[in-house]
């Protein structure tokens, strides 16, 4: 409820529209495993229909984000999420491992990218963004001069992420992992890490910008036994 309210006071203009055609250039890619939603696909009139997840990822399909327009997961998946089975603030184990996976790819996409992010919530310190549909969402916001689009699709037990711009990039943007091993804080292990985001001159090769994205703490789910020694830190 909360977030409805807040989401209706927002001054922000959303990306809503969608292009037959896609933008030039490729600015980051990720490819993610997707579990099944649980659908089977069906046959009419000699048509194979998608599963639902699969219809959903097509929300997000072709997006464009114009200069000063903010994304929002929550208003771009809505309506899909619904037909997922979204009822009174829950929903299937399965769908929200679906959408924890988009969700994840997306963020993956825009911390390569000079986009803004605005409102992300990461549990327990880990990488992976929550999904609650009642009262938290996925945003980031478009603060440069050109267009970009996102281009997502399913492809069998895997989701194939894109974001894409009118113009060239002068820059890449890349993450790096540093300070990896595992914490031992009383009687439980935590995986740490740290994780870097580089913006490098695509012709200097030359960083000219370096910033912490993540200082990773997630605690150890599996036996502690199999914790290799020397990546423990003490």
């Given amino acids: ?20 055609t896609l933008l030039e250039y490729k600015v980051s890619d990720t490819v993610a495993y997707i579990k099944s939603d649980g659908t089977k696909p069906a046959h009419a009139h000699g048509h194979k229909h998608e599963d639902k997840l699969s219809l959903s990822v097509k929300s997000l399909d072709h997006l464009i984000i114009h200069p000063g327009e903010v994304f929002s997961f929550r208003k771009t998946m809505g309506k899909a999420i619904k037909h997922l089975g979204y009822h009174n603030h829950r929903l299937s184990a399965e769908t929200r491992s679906g959408l924890s996976v988009i969700i994840d790819s997306l963020n993956v996409l825009i911390l390569q990218s000079p986009l803004e992010i605005k409102d992300v919530h990461l549990p327990n310190g880990g990488a992976s963004p929550i999904v609650s549909y009642s009262d938290m969402d996925y945003r980031f916001k478009n603060n440069t001069h ?25 820059f890449f943007y890349r993450l790096t992992e540093e300070e990896r091993g595992f914490r031992k804080e009383g009687k439980k292990y935590y995986q740490v890490s740290k994780i870097y985001r ?4 695509k012709h200097t090769g030359e960083t000219v910008d370096r910033i912490l994205v993540l200082d990773n703490r997630s605690e150890v789910t599996f036996d502690y036994s199999l914790i290799p020694k020397d990546q423990v830190i003490e």
């Fill in 1 to 20: 409820m909360k977030h409805r309210f807040l989401h209706k006071k927002s001054k922000d203009r959303f990306a809503e529209l969608h292009s037959i």
């Fill in 146 to 170: 050109q267009c970009f689009q996102l281009h997502v699709f399913r492809a069998g037990d895997f989701v194939h992420a894109e974001l894409r711009s009118e113009e060239e990039m002068l």
């Fill in 198 to 201: 580089e913006v490098v001159g």
